[in-house]
């Protein structure tokens, strides 16, 4: 007889489908599965492409299935280790999200909180400020939300720096955020200083900051915050500490953003993740991998 095996880690992803582009669900879905992790989802819309870069765009808004979807769950007996959220359609579609971790999830459930709706210190196509309003409830819900510097601006109610990004305003960042999540703030996208980019992270509880550096190339990546929030949150679900979680995560980022840049992939077609996969198994491997079991 076969040694049994554990449980695996569920986790739910709500997110939208932008059928071409490579990021929220098309990212989520292989990204949280090499973690070794089950992930369910929740469609929030579907999509032709992202909104980023791309013009003449379909969208067919699915908020009316997220809560029913999530009912049937519940009525079925599911249970969630953990409840991601990425880009969402509307200020109503926070709502629902917050209605809905209500629904399917439990006292341990660990809830990710990916505020996307801005970059580069502007709204996304369609958003205003009752996004940024709407995120500031749902993220008090959280466990852990991912901002990019300008998310963070905006939900802190500061005005959104340009880089080079001072310690000092990452600082008045984290302050500005330290109550609107229940454990870690991982703002994404800084950029200390010409050529370098970061994730900063803040345990809210003790006050300690923590970051991972790498080099940064040039132009924008559409679909980083996608991949950095989805393993982060797949690794947290799956138990890893949360500074071998954002090395991962950070490390997976990086090689897919080189090999995006050595393939001169359009950027808004999304970054080469797929070839920096079998590397990042490897990490998630050495982190979860225990005496007489394999890690997965
Ligand atoms: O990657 C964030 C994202 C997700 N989904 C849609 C988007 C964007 C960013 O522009 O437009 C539909």
Request: proline share 5%; with cysteine.
């Amino acid at each position: 007889m076969e040694k049994k095996l554990p449980k695996l880690k569920r986790l739910c992803a709500v997110n939208d489908i932008s059928g071409f582009g490579k990021c929220s669900l098309t990212v989520a879905l292989p990204v949280v599965s090499a973690t070794g992790v089950e992930c369910a989802c929740i469609p929030t819309a579907l999509l032709s492409t992202h909104t980023g870069e791309f013009t003449g765009w379909t969208r067919c808004d699915l908020t009316d299935q997220m809560l029913p979807i999530a009912r049937h769950w519940a009525r079925l007996g599911i249970d969630f280790d953990g409840i991601y959220s990425g880009y969402l359609a509307s200020p109503e579609q926070a709502l629902a999200v917050e209605e809905l971790i209500g629904t399917i999830a439990g006292p341990e459930t660990l809830v990710i909180v990916d505020p996307a709706m801005a970059d580069n210190g502007e709204f996304y196509a369609g958003f205003d400020e009752s996004m940024a309003e709407a995120f500031r409830r749902l993220c008090a819900r959280a466990d852990i939300i991912t901002p990019n510097v300008t998310e963070a601006a905006m939900l802190a109610g500061l005005d959104y720096e340009p880089p080079p990004h001072s310690l000092d305003y990452i600082k008045r960042l984290f302050c500005g955020l330290e109550d609107r999540a229940r454990q870690y703030v991982a703002i994404t996208g800084v950029h200390p200083a010409d050529g370098v980019i970061a994730t900063y992270l803040r345990d809210c509880s003790t006050g300690e900051t923590t970051g991972s550096l790498s080099e940064a190339l040039p132009g924008m990546f559409y679909g980083a915050g996608d991949i950095l929030s989805s393993a982060l949150a797949a690794l947290l679900v799956r138990g890893a500490h949360i500074s071998e979680a954002l090395d991962a995560a950070s490390s997976l980022v990086r090689e897919s953003i080189r090999r995006t840049y050595r393939r001169g992939t359009p950027r808004p077609y999304g970054l080469d993740f797929e070839g920096a996969l079998p590397e990042y198994m490897r990490r998630v491997e050495h982190i979860f991998i225990r005496e007489g079991e394999t890690a997965w």
